[in-house]
């Protein structure tokens, strides 16, 4: 397995405009997490799901922010507008439930530069 | 709600000195995990170890070990011998009941030729 991919690695953008991340985990993995990075915060939980549903969005900052997962191979992170707080890394991370309980493991990241 | 603390924001050793990364937790599930991460200078995050809450054995890997202690509600990691090329940000993480995966805010890693 390619382990979890995202895209793009790097998006630089105008404040205003809307940000989409993507994700793919896993192949067999049922969680999915989106993180924030900042030197601030930290690794900020955003969001995730359980079997493409949404379990806690309450990391989520803002109604700006929204994230989907349509299918079990392909979750969505979206930004609308863009504003230049939200420059940061986001990460997309995947892991199985099952027995023995599986650590996450984390895509390469996008950095996000919102100018 | 659950919590992870890590104390120390940044630690600068010498090369093959040993050195001790502190992490506290805060859980009210019986069962959690918690999981060690590394993450290098090219940005990635790596999984180091994951432990159980009712396995509080302590955990040898070549030159690093962990000790996990319910009674404190501590999981450290100790790197012995440490090497230039274990300079990193070295993340804290733990899981409840809820799958819930809440990281502390890292400890930033200098090892000094």
């Known amino acids: 397995d390619a382990g979890v991919i995202q895209s793009p690695r790097h998006e630089v953008t105008e404040m205003g405009q809307e940000v989409t991340l993507r994700c793919k985990p896993i192949?067999?993995?049922?969680?999915l997490f989106w993180y924030r990075q900042t030197m601030m915060r930290g690794l900020e939980l955003l969001i995730y799901f359980n079997n493409n549903v949404p379990i806690d969005d309450s990391g989520m900052p803002e109604d700006r922010f929204s994230a989907k997962m349509p299918n079990a191979s392909f979750s969505t992170l979206k930004i609308q507008p863009s504003e230049p707080r939200d420059s940061a890394v986001y990460f997309c991370?995947?892991?199985?439930?099952?027995?023995?309980?599986?650590?996450?493991?984390f895509g390469q990241g996008t950095r996000l530069t919102v100018v | 709600a659950q919590k992870v603390t890590q104390a120390q924001t940044e630690i600068s050793v010498v090369e093959k000195e040993d050195v001790t990364l502190d992490c506290v937790y805060e859980?009210?599930?019986?069962?959690?995990?918690l999981f060690w991460y590394k993450q290098p200078p090219s940005g990635e995050l790596v999984f180091l170890i994951r432990r159980n809450s009712f396995d509080e054995q302590n955990e040898i890997s070549g030159r690093y070990s962990w000790n996990f202690q319910k009674s404190t509600s501590s999981f450290n990691f100790t790197i012995t011998a440490s090497q230039v090329v274990d300079s990193a940000v070295y993340f804290c993480a733990l899981s409840g009941k809820d799958d819930k995966i809440i990281f502390g805010k890292g400890t930033r890693l200098h090892i000094l030729p």
């Open positions: 859980t009210r599930d019986t069962t959690y995990y």
């Open positions: 192949s067999g993995h049922d969680y």
């Open positions: 991370a995947s892991s199985f439930s099952g027995t023995p309980h599986v650590e996450a493991f």
